[in-house]
């Protein structure tokens, strides 16, 4: 017997039509002689509506509070699907994060899942039970909540389906697969038969959220058979595996992040050990770095700017604020009108004149770069946020049409 986990997002669960839509997917796979572990994320727009909520009470919640609010989201769709599987004559069970043994660090609002206990999942199979899991959330070692990040319900369903040795993982979403840029934004994007685990990484860590990157990182750990398919039709979605088959396309996808603010220290002294400084001290508060730029200033200073994500924006502030008169520093800008736009490509590496091409787009097209940054397999931009639409239009245009 298969067992396959089946993940279901905010928008596939969003209202009691789509819930027992959904609920025929899982009983459809369950009747074909599966075993079926169906994850769930909170409903429609339920968990924005939550942090709205918590903000009107108190702005300034603890984090452990927030992940004790989200978590409620999810647990509102598995009770749901369940209710409706069982108006559907189908054995099944709803299981909350502690229940099914996500074991997470204590990080609120961003855990990292140290394990899954699957004991409990495994009992509930073997009564035959389809098992409702909600996405997103897991206990930390004090036994308190904790949730693992927007969109984290697909790095659930991976860890389940790795900690279950599952035979395949299916992510259920409101597009048909995984396309070389956001079909929503880009009217040239193509559907994409298969991505590799590194390209897809990439992608969603560059902002294209049709999967949490943390889930194609686990995927990739321990070779889960990951694949992204749409609820509202059954057509043949994308595989995301090891390694593809060869392509014609040099580019696998152009990807845009807008929760990015581009930060500046100004008049820096110009002499060793000062962007040690600076990265070290955001580092130890884990502020994540992108863009680095450093460049000469005037009369022996130099400028370091970078980018953080924007949900991280005021506590870099905060850092370099307190520290601005031992760095020595000028003045501290931020700039939250960017956007940072970027193209991924596994082919790109052994191609010389992308980077090229990419700029000759962007500068038919108008658009001004402010940053720039390589690696092996991807070429970012920081560009003017109102620009963002129009830039991954052009590259799609020169890369993938
Ligand atoms: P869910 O609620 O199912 O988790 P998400 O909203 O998180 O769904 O992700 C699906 C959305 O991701 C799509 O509606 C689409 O607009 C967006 N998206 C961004 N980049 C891509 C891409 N390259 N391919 C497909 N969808 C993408
Ligand atoms: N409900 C959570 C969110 O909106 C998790 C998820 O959808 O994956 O971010
Ligand atoms: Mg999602």
């Given at each position: 017997m298969r067992l396959i986990v089946q993940k279901f997002g905010g928008s596939s669960v969003a209202n009691s039509e789509r819930l027992l839509n959904v609920a025929r997917i899982i009983t459809d796979t369950y009747k074909t002689g599966n075993s079926v572990i169906a994850v769930v994320s909170a409903q429609g727009d339920t968990t924005d509506d939550l942090i709205e909520k918590a903000k009107e009470i108190n702005p300034h919640a603890s984090k452990r509070e927030m992940d004790a609010l989200?978590?409620?989201?999810?647990?509102?769709?598995?009770?749901?699907?369940?209710?409706?599987?069982?108006?559907?004559?189908?054995?099944?069970?709803?299981?909350?994060?502690?229940?099914?043994?996500?074991?997470?660090?204590?990080?609120?609002?961003?855990?990292?899942?140290?394990?899954?206990?699957?004991?409990?999942?495994?009992?509930?199979?073997?009564?035959?039970?389809?098992?409702?899991?909600?996405?997103?959330?897991?206990?930390?070692?004090?036994?308190?909540?904790?949730?693992?990040?927007?969109?984290?319900?697909?790095?659930?369903?991976?860890?389940?389906?790795?900690?279950?040795?599952?035979?395949?993982?299916?992510?259920?979403?409101?597009?048909?697969?995984?396309?070389?840029?956001?079909?929503?934004?880009?009217?040239?994007?193509?559907?994409?038969?298969?991505?590799?685990?590194?390209?897809?990484?990439?992608?969603?860590?560059?902002?294209?959220?049709?999967?949490?990157?943390?889930?194609?990182?686990?995927?990739?750990?321990?070779?889960?058979?990951?694949?992204?398919?749409?609820?509202?039709?059954?057509?043949?979605g994308t595989k995301v595996k090891e390694v593809t088959r060869m392509e014609k396309l040099l580019i696998k996808g152009v990807a845009k992040d807008d929760d990015v603010v581009r930060i500046a220290v100004i008049g820096l002294p110009d002499k060793p050990g000062i962007a040690f400084k600076i990265f070290s001290m955001l580092a130890s508060k884990k502020i994540n770095v992108d863009i680095i730029l450093q460049s000469i200033g005037r009369d022996g200073t130099k400028d370091i700017t970078f980018t953080v994500p924007i949900d991280s924006c005021d506590a870099a502030l905060e850092l370099l604020k307190a520290e601005q008169d031992v760095l020595r520093a000028h003045s501290i800008e931020v700039d939250t009108d960017v956007t940072k736009v970027s193209i991924v490509g596994a082919g790109m590496a052994s191609n010389p004149g992308v980077a090229a091409k990419m700029f000759e787009a962007l500068y038919e097209a108008n658009i001004n770069i402010q940053m720039i940054s390589t690696s092996e397999i991807k070429i970012s931009v920081l560009i003017c946020k109102d620009q963002g639409v129009k830039a991954m239009n052009a590259l799609s245009e020169t890369f993938i049409k």
């Open positions: 989200l978590s409620t989201g999810e647990q509102i769709s598995a009770s749901l699907l369940a209710m409706a599987i069982e108006s559907m004559g189908f054995p099944v069970i709803s299981l909350n994060g502690r229940q099914c043994g996500f074991a997470t660090d204590s990080n609120h609002s961003n855990a990292r899942i140290k394990k899954v206990d699957t004991e409990r999942l495994e009992r509930e199979l073997d009564k035959k039970n389809i098992v409702i899991v909600t996405g997103f959330q897991g206990v930390n070692r004090f036994d308190d909540i904790t949730t693992l990040g927007r969109g984290g319900s697909d790095t659930s369903a991976v860890a389940i389906a790795a900690a279950m040795k599952a035979d395949l993982c299916q992510i259920f979403t409101d597009v048909d697969g995984v396309y070389t840029a956001d079909p929503r934004l880009v009217p040239s994007a193509q559907k994409l038969e298969e991505i590799s685990f590194d390209e897809m990484l990439e992608l969603a860590s560059c902002g294209a959220q049709v999967l949490h990157n943390r889930s194609v990182e686990m995927a990739k750990k321990y070779n889960v058979k990951l694949e992204v398919c749409s609820s509202l039709e059954r057509v043949p």
